[in-house]
């Protein structure tokens, strides 16, 4: 990225849309919202359009309220997206990532700014901050603001919005991504006025009892496959509606299989009735690239050691799917 033309592009003020992926997490949210106060601090418009519905934990992170929903709000926020200068796309780097604004962004004249830590980054954007070794999306908003020198700016709702995503995608600063340049740009966040202990509560102690109930079905549906050092949860749809399933109740449910002494693999596969596919998580630890394994067989991506994919298999064939794929990983997952 060419920060003096970035710098120069925002002397003036703009229009600007911030979005992020289908399904936003915290760092989607955390970051967007983040870059949002920083731009209106700069006497820009801004408005934050998420391509659709996101979980109940993270509806309190400063200026969420203003969050231009595309699914339910699709003419606004069409209207916004024609109108803009500049659109910044967070946290993704795909295109089709955005699920149903993909064509309303790519017949948009604006300028692209993509700024994303995924991996394989498409070149849909005049400016690009893409580095796969950042912890988070967040943290590059951080070192984005200063780059531009502004660091002073940071207010405590905008470190309070960061911090969210450099929490949520750091596993709570355990991931490998997480570096001591993490631990000080969280160091200045709680100096800048980010309630550490409050938003770790805000995020993490949301459960409702059907959640609670939720985790022991899944916990009781956890196999291992010890030969491969392989973990894996299924979930149906039954079971979800069992326990009165919100988006975000599955949450973290992919690391139980993970923390198991000895597992370096774990998968999660969840069926979606009304889209008619199985969503499937998966995470490792160490040298395993869940990334390509999910690009080559689950139509997904992501990182190194976290991704994601889909099936059109019915449930039980996705599973029978995943095991029978593993012993042409045998040796690799032994290592
Ligand atoms: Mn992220």
């Not at 999306?137 to 070192?143: G, V």
């Not at 988006?247 to 923390?259: H, I, P, R």
Request: charged share 25%; net charge negative.
């Amino acid at each position: 990225m060419n920060i003096k033309e970035v710098k120069e592009l925002l002397t003036t003020p703009k229009n600007i849309v911030i979005t992020a992926h289908k399904n936003p997490d915290g760092d989607a949210i955390g970051s967007s919202l983040a870059l949002h106060h920083y731009l209106l601090s700069l006497g820009h418009q801004s408005t934050v359009i998420m391509p659709n519905e996101y979980p109940d934990f993270l509806k309190w992170i400063p200026g969420e309220e203003h969050i231009v929903k595309f699914s339910l709000d699709t003419p606004l926020a069409q209207s916004k997206i024609k109108e803009a200068d500049l659109i910044f796309t967070l946290d993704f780097n795909l295109l089709s990532r955005s699920g149903e604004m993909e064509n309303d962004l790519k017949s948009s004249n604006a300028v692209f700014l993509m700024i994303d830590h995924h991996q394989q980054p498409d070149d849909y954007a005049k400016f690009m901050f893409s580095d796969t070794t950042m912890s988070s999306t967040c943290q590059m908003i951080y070192h984005f603001i200063e780059k531009l020198d502004h660091l002073d700016m940071i207010s405590a709702e905008i470190a309070t919005c960061i911090y969210v995503g450099i929490m949520t995608d750091t596993g709570s600063f355990r991931f490998r991504s997480t570096t001591s340049t993490t631990h000080r740009v969280v160091a200045d966040l709680i100096d800048k006025g980010a309630d550490n202990t409050k938003i770790h509560e805000n995020i993490y102690d949301t459960n409702t009892i059907s959640r609670l109930q939720l985790k022991g079905v899944a916990l009781n549906n956890l196999r291992v496959l010890p030969e491969y050092q392989v973990a894996y949860i299924s979930l149906s749809q039954k079971e979800l509606d069992q326990n009165k399933f919100k988006k975000g109740d599955t949450e973290g449910f992919v690391n139980f299989g993970l923390s198991i002494d000895g597992i370096k693999f774990a998968a999660i596969f969840i069926e979606n009735k009304k889209d008619g596919i199985i969503k499937i998580s998966l995470r490792s630890k160490g040298d395993f690239s869940v990334n390509e394994f999910s690009r080559d067989h689950f139509e997904g991506g992501g990182h190194h050691n976290a991704a994601g994919g889909k099936s059109n298999l019915s449930l039980s064939d996705t599973v029978d799917k995943f095991i029978s794929i593993l012993p042409s990983y045998k040796n690799v997952l032994n290592q």
